[in-house]
């Protein structure tokens, strides 16, 4: 992290400012709306700056910049088109270990001034430390289009309530499930269509139900969210995934779930890892079910983030029979299965007019040595297989369709750590395929795809985004 993102607070503090041009200007009014007063300091002062410094309650110095003029301020901000001024005014500053901000001059600052959206109170800042301010404006731009104007208001109401309500539920977690029912739910809407009064009374209803139901003694049963997580590209999150891992109290999530992903959970959310490394499970399937059932009858709402589809190898269903059979409500968000993602990144149609006319998803999980399927069938033609957990088994699998007449030539693919950075995608036939995974060093998890579509690969592969390595 190359800046720490914090509010000051500066009212009352003096601000120097170094310059009395129109960026000058733009900077001291920004630093007099958060109650600053600006002492500027330059031989000349154009009449706008004048202005905002006299309503700030600050000074003018009508001469060149000298280390005095550092005494007493809170933080310091150059914005002269003199380069060597500018660097004089950081390094004094930074002497003094004041913050100091010089414009367009990123390696002179040891703060930088974000994009804003100011809907005060509330305030969102972005920054790009620098690198492309451009960037962080036009990210601006996007969130602006999120964030309705009211929402002020409504932070203004919630402040209102807030010691209330902090009374009402001494737990931090209860606390924060009523305020999410209340920032995301009706009384949000009644605020953003200017009712207000509505709103507010509705917020009283709320809370005086709370509180019945407090006296009757009664813990709200809280819920789980059963989400798929895709193969490892946040981006592939459905908006449902994303918007409930950011309203769980609490996530249970396994190896598969990629560092990425686990990053969009959160902030302040309870995290449990509960497995699986192959072989080696950290918390046996039961105790994963019961762990969901015990931690939403506590209230809480659980997220079990599942690496691709939950329905799709991922034990989801016996997850949520347990949640069903003890009355525990629950909800399921499918997600990009590792064979549509690896697929489409490796450049992979899974079915093609000409070459295949069906797609089965298989585990390819080794018991004893052996893989017990349907051999005879999958050797068909036409189709492609798709494996999951088919690492091990590799050399199995492909002895295995060979010995029940699937041509020696058929095309495979093996990708590994599909739709990450670090995705490879390694392309054989059935007879080639496990010798050249024997000589590369894989790493789990891999899917092999099997079929005459991996013919694609090579011309479809360049539509796709560039990947790490890419395919060898
Ligand atoms: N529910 C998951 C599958 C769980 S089984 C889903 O729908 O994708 C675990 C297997 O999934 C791994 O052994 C591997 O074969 C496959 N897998 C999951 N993510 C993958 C990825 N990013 N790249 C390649 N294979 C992946």
């Given amino acids: 992290m190359e800046f720490l993102p914090l509010f000051a607070s500066i009212k009352e503090s003096a601000c120097l400012v170094v310059g009395g041009g129109a960026i000058a200007t733009r900077k001291a009014a920004l630093l007099a709306r958060a109650g600053g007063r600006i002492r500027m300091v330059a031989p000349e002062v154009c009449a706008s700056a004048r202005d905002v410094v006299e309503q700030s309650g600050g000074e003018i110095r009508l001469k060149e910049f000298e280390e005095g003029d550092l005494d007493g301020v809170a933080l ?48 969102v800042a972005i920054s790009s430390s620098g690198a492309s301010p451009v960037l962080a404006r036009l990210l601006r731009a996007r969130i602006e289009t999120l964030v309705p104007a009211s929402y002020g208001r409504l932070a203004n109401l919630a402040g209102r309530y807030r010691k209330r309500v902090a009374e009402l539920f001494p737990d931090v977690n209860q606390r924060r499930g009523f305020w999410e029912s209340i920032l995301s739910g009706p009384v949000a809407e009644m605020v953003f269509a200017g009712k207000e009064r509505q709103a507010e009374s509705a917020l009283s209803q709320a809370l005086d139900a709370r509180q019945d139901a407090r006296q009757q003694g009664s813990t709200p049963m809280g819920e789980v969210y059963l989400v798929g997580a895709g193969p490892g590209d946040p981006e592939l999150l459905t908006f449902r995934a994303l918007r409930l891992m950011q309203q769980a109290d609490v996530v249970l999530y396994d190896r598969l779930v990629s560092p990425e992903v686990l990053d969009l959970v959160r902030r302040d959310a309870e995290r449990i890892h509960v497995g699986k490394e192959r072989d080696n499970h950290t918390l046996p399937q039961s105790g994963i079910n019961q762990l969901l059932v015990d931690l939403a009858r506590q209230g809480r709402r659980v997220c079990r983030l599942k690496g691709g589809d939950p329905f799709i190898f991922g034990r989801g269903g016996e997850e949520i029979e347990t949640l069903a059979d003890q009355g525990v409500p629950f909800q399921v968000v499918p997600g990009i299965t590792a064979a549509s993602g690896c697929a489409s990144y490796a450049g992979i149609p899974l079915t093609h007019r000409d070459y295949s006319q069906s797609v089965r998803f298989i585990t390819g999980h080794l018991k004893d040595g052996t893989i017990n399927l349907d051999w005879p069938k999958l050797a068909g033609d036409h189709q492609t297989l798709v494996f999951y957990m088919g690492l091990v088994g590799l050399p199995v699998i492909c002895e295995r369709l060979q010995a029940h007449g699937m041509s020696a030539d058929t095309p495979v693919a093996l990708v590994q750590q599909g739709t990450t950075r670090h995705q490879r995608v390694v392309i054989g036939t059935l007879a080639t395929i496990s010798a050249m995974v024997a000589e590369r060093q894989i790493k789990a998890p891999t899917l092999t795809i099997i079929g005459e579509v991996v013919n694609l690969h090579e011309r479809l592969q360049w539509f796709q985004p560039s990947l790490g390595d890419g395919a060898d």
């Fill in 76 to 123: 310091v901000v150059a914005a002269t088109d003199n380069v060597q001024l500018n660097a004089i005014v950081s390094d004094a500053a930074k002497r003094q270990r004041l913050l100091v901000n010089v414009v367009d001059q990123p390696a002179l600052c040891t703060f930088v001034f974000p994009s804003i959206i100011d809907r005060d109170p509330v305030m």
